[in-house]
């Protein structure tokens, strides 16, 4: 099916585009040559930037032009449309909230009531669906929110009817390490018990009402801004069916941590000294003999918000029924509350035009091989949406494949690419998982580089982008990501510029493209990325999980 042609501007930046496309630029980064163009990055990255797409959010105008625009990029370099009836389009059923800034979040004591303040001293969003949920329930403090029976962790101790209809408030992040038990949980590597998606989870399977999340820097791993951009604006989830009976929480919420401590003092307790029982396996849950009333209000609105999927057909008649995908979001968070400039859009420069420029030059390059010289396999180009909600797309995907889950051999995932220049080194996550390790190592010993381990495991990246739906059924997936060795740069330079991004500019507005971004580090990665996908097209077996990894028992291979 031919997509119908973008708005004018979309159509001078595409020429743009083709243009730098058309001058193939030859550059060498630790002596290895790449077809990646520098020229085309650029034009990529500022279209998808630019102010007109009004920061690209899912179900938005911006965001459909943006996905368009990928699609008219996938069908200029001659790929077929992987969705129904040869459409580039896989049409992702959402229904988004937006809370209402005026309400207040009332925590009623035996002696005395306060009232807390939204977006200053908490987010809210609905779970239920719907344009009005009205709470007014006890509060159950449960720790860290986790049932491990692996690690013999279990917060949820007691009767069912403690939690059921419950708001249940629970820190973020894992329980610490101890000396006595370094590797617990993961040591410094956050598992998933210690995401947010997780503590949700279970506090809906337990029959909650309502989840409260305690935050911190140091335990999130990004600024309160952070939270409260993310979730003080349009919050989408995957549109349930009468057919769903998963459970779902009728509020998920966070708390600053300043809130937090008012809130215990109203109960007669200490945060801190909770902290240090939350640490125990012993650790009990405590009726905090507190009442939270909380009547939400919020605007509604479904929508179909499309990823977007191409292919590049394989040139072996035995493997070209397998697949390896390349993915990465073209969403961010559209408009929402301004910064102390006054700026309302939410660009998303870094946080992911990157990664979707750098797919689309994999994309052309793979495209313009000739037809004997193509991958074996055939490759699979997957643009998300919702990715920012909660990776809503890709577990779109996950859940109806465009091709068949057991015959992907494996996920790449590209998400905010880099911009600081050339490194010595690099971290693809999750590929010490699977037989994805010997590839990628083969592949950096043959350029020169290093393999390093997750700089920032605390940071849990392995399940914050979306190679970790594929993970989740069984599809070895790694999310590459450069390393802190910088060329030319004194040691911890690297992690300094990404503490300052993270700190003040990671889901800001922001986060907008700048004249002097180094593309040698963005060409050098997707260079990368583009050699790992070749190679496991390449292969004679698909990889596999470890046979101990997690996620070795959902593989359909």
């Known amino acids: 099916m031919k997509v119908n042609r973008i708005v004018s501007i979309a159509l001078v930046l595409f020429a743009v585009a083709v243009a730098g496309i058309s001058q193939r630029v030859s550059r060498r980064t630790n002596n290895m040559p790449s077809q990646i163009s520098e020229n085309a990055l650029r034009a990529h990255i500022k279209f998808l930037s630019?102010?007109?797409?009004?920061?690209?959010?899912?179900?938005?105008?911006?965001?459909?032009?943006?996905?368009?625009?990928?699609?008219?990029?996938?069908?200029?370099?001659?790929?077929?449309?992987?969705g129904a009836k040869g459409s580039f389009w896989q049409p992702v059923s959402l229904v988004g909230v937006k809370a209402d800034p005026k309400t207040e979040l009332r925590i009623n004591g035996q002696e005395k009531a306060e009232a807390f303040k939204f977006a200053d001293d908490f987010v809210a969003f609905t779970g239920a669906q719907t344009e009005h949920v009205a709470v007014n329930t006890d509060l159950v403090f449960v720790g860290y929110g986790i049932d491990a029976p692996e690690q013999k962790w279990n917060d949820y101790k007691g009767p069912a009817e403690d939690y059921r209809g419950?708001?249940?408030?629970?820190?973020?992040?894992?329980?610490?390490?101890?000396?006595?038990?370094?590797?617990?949980?993961?040591?410094?590597?956050?598992t998933y018990y210690g995401r947010w998606t997780y503590k949700f989870e279970e506090a809906a399977r337990r029959g909650a009402v309502g989840a409260l999340l305690l935050h911190t820097s140091e335990s999130a791993g990004y600024p309160w801004s952070v939270v409260r951009t993310s979730n003080g604006s349009w919050r989408?989830?995957?549109?349930?069916?009468?057919?769903?009976?998963?459970?779902?929480?009728?509020?998920?919420?966070?708390?600053?941590?300043?809130?937090?401590?008012r809130m215990m003092r109203l109960a007669g307790q200490n945060l801190d000294d909770l902290r240090k029982q939350a640490a125990s396996r012993d650790f009990k849950p405590v009726k905090l003999k507190l009442t939270a009333s909380l009547d939400l209000?919020?605007?509604?609105?479904?929508?179909?918000?499309?990823?977007?999927?191409?292919?590049?057909?394989?040139?072996?008649?035995k493997l070209r029924d397998e697949y390896v995908v390349y993915s990465a979001h073209w969403d961010h968070f559209g408009i929402g509350a301004p910064d102390k400039t006054g700026d309302k859009i939410y660009n998303g420069a870094l946080d992911n035009a990157t990664g979707v420029a750098s797919v689309l030059e994999i994309a052309r390059v793979m495209a313009s091989l000739p037809a004997a010289e193509r991958p074996r396999r055939s490759i699979l180009f997957l643009i998300t949406t919702g990715e920012e909600q909660g990776l809503l797309g890709s577990e779109w995907y996950s859940r109806h494949p465009l091709v068949p889950i057991n015959k992907t051999a494996a996920d790449i995932n590209l998400?905010?690419?880099?911009?600081?220049?050339?490194?010595?080194?690099?971290?693809?996550?999750?590929?010490?998982?699977?037989?994805?390790?010997?590839?990628?190592?083969?592949?950096?010993?043959?350029?020169?580089l290093r393999i390093s381990p997750d700089p920032r495991p605390e940071q849990g990246s392995f399940y914050r982008s979306d190679h970790f739906p594929f993970a989740k059924v069984g599809v070895p997936s790694i999310s590459l990501k450069e390393g802190d060795d910088y060329v030319?740069?004194?040691?911890?330079?690297?992690?300094?510029?990404?503490?300052?991004?993270?700190?003040?500019?990671?889901?800001?507005?922001?986060?907008?493209?700048?004249?002097?971004?180094?593309?040698?580090?963005?060409?050098?990665?997707?260079?990368?990325?583009?050699?790992?996908?070749?190679?496991?097209?390449?292969?004679?077996?698909?990889p596999k999980f470890n046979p101990d990894d997690e996620f070795a028992k959902n593989s359909q291979r």
Request: hydrophobic residues 40%.
């Open 166 to 190: 419950k708001i249940l408030v629970m820190l973020v992040n894992d329980p610490p390490a101890t000396t006595a038990e370094p590797d617990l949980f993961g040591g410094r590597r956050l």
């Open 236 to 261: 989408f989830d995957i549109a349930r069916t009468a057919e769903d009976k998963t459970p779902f929480l009728q509020i998920r919420s966070w708390m600053t941590d300043d809130a937090a401590r």
């Open 415 to 448: 998400d905010s690419m880099n911009i600081l220049g050339p490194t010595h080194d690099f971290v693809p996550l999750g590929a010490e998982r699977s037989s994805l390790k010997a590839v990628v190592e083969a592949i950096a010993r043959e350029r020169g």
């Open 488 to 542: 030319g740069r004194p040691k911890g330079w690297g992690a300094q510029r990404f503490k300052e991004y993270n700190d003040a500019h990671y889901h800001q507005p922001s986060d907008e493209f700048h004249d002097d971004w180094d593309f040698r580090g963005m060409i050098q990665e997707a260079d990368f990325a583009l050699a790992i996908g070749r190679r496991v097209a390449d292969m004679n077996a698909m």
């Open 50 to 82: 630019d102010d007109r797409l009004e920061g690209r959010g899912t179900g938005a105008k911006g965001g459909e032009t943006a996905a368009l625009y990928v699609a008219e990029e996938f069908e200029a370099l001659g790929l077929k449309g992987a």
């Open 297 to 317: 209000n919020s605007e509604l609105e479904r929508v179909e918000a499309p990823n977007v999927a191409a292919i590049l057909p394989g040139r072996d008649p």
